[in-house]
């Protein structure tokens, strides 16, 4: 009897089945309800589907065992059956249902060399079955490479079950051949289901290495030390990845020239990297160097392939600049700031425009108090000092400044530093008198009397070397009351003072006074006086609504609304009354403090009266009544854009500014008569421009001459006409008037041409643009503060030379901010990332605050080679060692690519004052291949916080009699100060 085989499949595809029934992972699952529950399905030989339900459950292993493996059967049959020597396919026959044994049958993978000589056909396996003990049967093999393409590659003996290959096959050209072994009983029926044979192509190594490109191009600085890397040699090889056939080695064949030694340069065997092996290059002497590098595979012993790498000397900053002038005196007037003082041009050997040979300027000694600046000029070869403060003569009237020069990189090789004196003399000048306070406040009775002496306020002559004498004089004085004696400075009433005054603020006045000396030219000072006028009682309170309007047939009361110019001292309370005929019609009475009731109490008629609208365009004839009744004729306006208000009279107005983007505006403005009739008129704005304000137009005009056209130089200057770009119009926009002074009537040429040169005017309408986003880089964990190592780069289209293009870099944030939040700068002109700080620390050591929870302790960023956003790039962190007491806790940030470490317990620097965590790294599946994985070190330092005492206990009960006598001793309750570090005192 033959053996019948059963198909399996998983209903969740993170499982897989084998065909003895076996249930694996295809990769990590995570257990989240600590178990997993799915389907696994099962057809039998008469294609008939049989279900059973899975459960997977965590189970902690015993004795350290790593694995447990789940299996699920199906019930056993009673016979079993040897396995033969090749592959073969038995299919037990069974009834009552699907059966199976564990481990029947196994299809290992048919392994075929590659290239193989024969001869062909060459036999690789049998297939066989069961049944052919009882009948005939007859075989046959499907699938790409029997009778899908490539087809003929693999044939079969139909009666034998023997599987031949035809020909060599290339692994470069198909790795494997999945292919089906049929059996049908001779005369008809099946004798068994397809059988799945998977074919794999053994590599061997017919692939040499091919180089990505030859020659390889590129430079390395003359000054560069051994051990530089400066240029990556790459290679492929098409054999299997991750055998020893596809695995390549580098060497230097050759190099030309051999000056000064023929080992100047070395590569990387492994990664091709190239690098400076020997010191001595020199662009004078060497400025280019050819080398031959050979790649082979099988780590080195087999094929070979061979390219050229050319590699060019760059000039290195081995020149200092120096200084045209070792010293310059210069004279510079006091109190002003931006001041040029001196221009300081220098030399320098290295290449011209080139980082090496521009120059950087400093002052080093002689100005402590920061009182002049220097930069470099846009030659880049001139220093400029200018006054970065008024200097004072009488404070001081000389300095000695030393500058220093350097290169904006540092030199390749050790250099003295130029140097040069500057004296700087500094001349006096007539400054003006000084009011001390520069502002004085003063305060006073609105009501003071004129001639009042207010204050003296008085200032002083800084020009201690000249006698002097100061006169005052009222500098400003908007409202005429203040006078200021000439020779005193006593400010005195000059007229009656009004605190209501429009030039009166919040009650304060404003005025300006004067102090002039009497030099040849007279300097003058100027001293701001605040008067605080205090208030009273001279304004009578008024009701500010000057109209109302009220109903005659069902009249309600009408709030007004009362004024005082007076402050709230000299105010409310009010009383209020109505004088004349009013009383008989009318009630008033105050309702709160600043509003006044009124009501009509007796039924009127309004008289002959008006109404009409002013919009221009509209009848308004239609919507006039002229006639004795009991209510007039009212028109209701409004203005369809909600930018303008039209008022009762129909004059349109504008609410807030309004562009008029063509030149014009339309809007409707609408209408409401008495019968509710709606009448609509257009309205279309325009910009009118008024003489005073009128812009001119330049008007060019021909030069002309008797005797024939003729022209003199510089008869006549053409200016470059000049036009703002992004313009809104109104278009066409005038430019320029052309006016010829002579005209041939009936033809003929009055004027040679004249040119024209039109320059768009830039605008700053660009922003900067960065040449990438984001910048990558790296940099060495002991390198010192100053070292560049990153170039930021950005371009602006505007203007080259232009304030518009002329971009300024800043680090706006550092993301972490330990050891410190400014371990980087950058040049704000050039863009270059430097180590700003000490302190790198590719290990990690950070300071933690006691007492916090949920505290950031560090970010750890990771790289990964694999594909970005895969389960084999996403990263997962676990600390390992150094936390035994749960303090901390580890989890991946939304990146996938750095681990976030927080306080989860509260940190007691007087139990623990520092913890040594290793945290190790792997992704969210398992590695592929052995790989080790990478751990890192962090080093957490407590930070001792005061904390408060404690009592204990906390809550403290006694008991005691109601009548003990004062100064009885009830008890002793102490707390203790948990800062054992520090010696405090408790109180």
Known sequence: MGRTRILFDSADKRFKVDTDGTVKLKRQVTLHDGHKRFAVHAWDSQGKKHTVDVRLELVQPHHHQLHHEHQVDFPKPAATEAVSTVPVLLFPKSSGGLKRRKRDWIIPDIKIAENTRGPFPERLVQIKTSYAKEVTVIYSITGAGADQEPRG????????????????????????????????????????????????????????????????????????????????????????????????????????????SAGMFSINPVTGKLMVNSAGLDKEKYPKYTLEIQAADMEGEGLTAQCKAIISITDSNDHAPQFKQPQYTVSVPENKVGELVVKMPVTDGDDPNTEAWAAKFKIISGDTGGMFSIET????????????????????????????VENEIPFAIRLRTATAQVVVNVKDVNEAPIFSPVEKRISTREDDPVGTRLVLYSATDPDKAIKQTVMYKIGSDPAGWLMVEKDTGVIKVK??????????????????????????????????????????????????????????????????????????????????????????????????????????????????????GRVSGMNTSSMMRTEEETTSTRILFDSADKRFKVDTDGTVKLKRQVTLHDGHKRFAVHAWDSQGKKHTVDVRL???????????????????????????????????????????????????????????????????????????????????????????????????????????????????????????????SQDPQQPSAGMFSINPV??????NSAGLDKEYTVSVPENKVGELVVKMPVTDGDDPNTEAWAAKFKIISGDTGGMFSIETDISKQAGIIKTTKPLDFEAVNKYTLVVAVENEIPFAIPVITATAQVVVNVKDVNDAPI???????????????????????????????????VT
Request: negative net charge.
């Open 495 to 612: 007229s009656p003072m009004d605190r209501e005054s429009p030039l009166v603020k919040d009650g304060q006045y404003k005025a300006l006074i004067l102090a002039m000396d009497n030099y040849m030219t007279p300097a003058t000072g100027t001293g701001t006086l605040l008067i605080q006028l205090e208030d009273v009682n001279d304004n009578a309170p008024a009701v500010v609504e000057r109209m109302v309007e009220v109903c005659n047939d069902e009249p309600s009361p009408v709030l007004l609304t009362v004024m005082d110019g007076d402050t709230a001292v000299n105010g409310a309370p009010y009383r209020v009354e109505l004088k004349g005929e009013s009383a008989s019609n009318w009630t008033v009475w105050m309702s709160d403090t600043t509003l006044v009731s009124l009501m009509l109490v007796y039924q009127f008629i309004w008289r002959k009266r008006n109404v009409e």
């Open 686 to 812: 325009e910009l009118v421009q008024l003489y005073r304000n009128q812009h001119y137009h330049h008007q060019l005009d021909f030069y002309q001459s008797s005797g024939g056209l003729k022209r003199r130089k510089r008869d006549w200057i053409i200016p470059d006409i000049q036009i703002p770009e992004n313009t809104r119009g109104p278009f066409p926009e005038p430019l320029v008037q052309l006016l010829a002074h002579v005209m041939i009537d009936g033809g003929g040429k009055a004027e040679e041409s004249m040119e024209l040169d039109i320059t768009v005017i830039d605008r700053n309408d660009n922003k900067p643009v960065f040449k990438q986003n984001p910048f990558l880089g790296s940099v060495a964990e002991a390198s010192k503060p100053g070292t560049e190592f990153m170039d930021i780069v950005a371009t602006d289209a505007d203007e080259p030379g232009n304030d518009n293009s002329d971009i300024r870099y800043k680090i706006l």
């Open 951 to 985: 009592f204990n206990p906390v809550e403290k009960r006694i008991s005691t009699r109601e009548d003990d006598p004062v100064g009885t001793r009830l008890v002793l309750y102490s707390a203790t100060d948990p800062d054992t570090a520090m010696k405090q005192a």
């Open 830 to 835: 050039t863009g270059k990332l430097m180590v």
């Open 153 to 260: 590659l693999f044939t079969i003996d139909s009666r034998s079950g023997q599987l031949f290959i035809t020909k060599p096959l290339d692994r470069e050209d198909k790795a494997t051949y999945l292919l089906f072994a049929h059996a049908v009983i001779d005369g008809g029926g099946k004798a068994e289901e397809p059988m799945e044979l998977n074919a794999m192509v053994i590599d061997q190594n017919d692939n040499k290495p091919v180089f990505k490109q030859n020659p390889f191009l590129g430079s390395i600085a003359e000054a560069s030390k051994p051990g530089t890397e400066f240029m990556d040699i790459v290679a492929t090889d098409a054999d299997e990845p991750g055998n020893a056939n596809s695995d390549i080695r580098y060497k230097i064949i050759s190099q030309d020239p051999q000056e000064p």
């Open 377 to 404: 000029d846009m030659s880049k070869q001139a220093g400029i000092i200018k006054t970065a403060k008024p200097l004072d003569f009488e404070a001081v009237n000389k300095y000695t400044l030393v500058v220093a």
